[in-house]
């Protein structure tokens, strides 16, 4: 599976921004895709899930902020985020598993290239 995400860059404190993530190659199994987050000398962090069922899960930070959302028959996922806060600043990085909860990234079967995230305040 090759995860290719599009989106990031600068945004003002308050400003949303719309990532978004394809899978493509072997596709058939993925059971759940998302983001996850990382900073300098922290673990990544979940910031949002989406299952083939469309259950949806977020970080706590999140706090209604974000909105993951899917198409299926295109195996992609977008991440709509609003109330942006400098302390979204990160590298997301999308993800996609195959018939395991994807609550751990030492789990996660598929990674995708990061994309800076920078709140400006």
């Known amino acids: 599976v090759q995860l290719q995400a599009y989106g990031g860059g600068l945004v003002q404190t308050g400003g949303s921004l719309r990532l978004s993530c394809a899978a493509s190659?072997?596709?058939?199994?993925?059971?759940?895709m998302g983001w996850y987050r990382q900073t300098p000398g922290k673990e990544r962090e979940l910031v949002a899930m989406?299952?083939?069922?469309?259950?949806?899960n977020y970080g706590d930070f999140v706090k209604g902020r974000f909105t993951i959302s899917g198409d299926n028959s295109k195996s992609t996922v977008y991440l709509q985020m609003d109330s942006m806060a400098p302390e979204d600043t990160a590298v997301y990085y999308c993800?996609?598993?195959?018939?395991?909860?994807?609550?751990?990234?030492?789990?996660?079967?598929?990674w995708g290239q990061g994309t800076q995230v920078t709140v400006s305040s």
């Open positions: 989406l299952s083939v069922g469309g259950t949806s």
């Open positions: 190659g072997s596709r058939f199994g993925i059971t759940s």
């Open positions: 993800f996609a598993n195959k018939g395991r909860a994807a609550f751990n990234y030492a789990t996660i079967d598929y």
